[in-house]
């Protein structure tokens, strides 16, 4: 049986011109935002398809305009959903600031659309909502503050390779 080095081979390790042992090569991705993230796309068609369920029953016992608003604040929920998602993992594990910002300020939005929807008591309220906005609410909360600090920290070690190539430019 031949042994083959399999850490020489090129397919099995992506070749980087990074120098991993450099301090300006740190990997600033969030590991609780992507647990975060990792966990709400499992969650997320839960969500869809028991709130579907749910206005589904409850929508001809509401008023006119309440079943023009929960349509609106549903679709608009689960669009925020969607591509809230992609620019949380984008940003995250590719360490770049404008979409993770874009993450948070959905989630912000999203945050308020999901208050809408459990507390506003004149649309009938049903059980299953709050169980599954809940949830979803915390997943909300814990990405909008791993997704501040994340970038924070990236637009300081950022400013830092900034301030350095422009010092080793000047010299």
């Known amino acids: 049986m031949e042994m083959r080095d399999v850490t020489s081979s090129s397919s099995f390790w992506i070749r980087s011109s990074y120098d991993f042992s450099s301090p300006r090569s740190e990997t600033l991705s969030n590991l609780p935002l992507q647990i975060s993230l990792y966990f709400n796309i499992f969650y997320s068609p839960l969500l869809i398809l028991l709130l579907s369920a749910a206005y589904l029953n409850k929508f001809p016992l509401l008023p006119g305009y309440y079943q023009f608003v929960s349509i609106i604040v549903l679709l608009l929920v689960f669009g925020l959903e969607v591509s809230r998602l992609y620019l949380g993992y984008r940003g995250n594990l590719g360490e770049l600031v404008p979409h993770l910002t874009g993450c948070c300020i959905l989630s912000a939005l999203q945050i308020i659309c999901c208050l809408y929807l459990i507390l506003n008591l004149d649309m009938l309220i049903l059980p299953i909502e709050i169980c599954v906005i809940v949830p979803e609410l915390l997943f909300l909360i814990s990405q909008c503050f791993c997704g501040v ?8 070690s950022q400013k830092k390779k900034t301030i350095l190539e422009l010092i080793s430019k000047r010299d």
């Open 149 to 156: 600090w994340a970038i924070q920290r990236m637009v300081r």
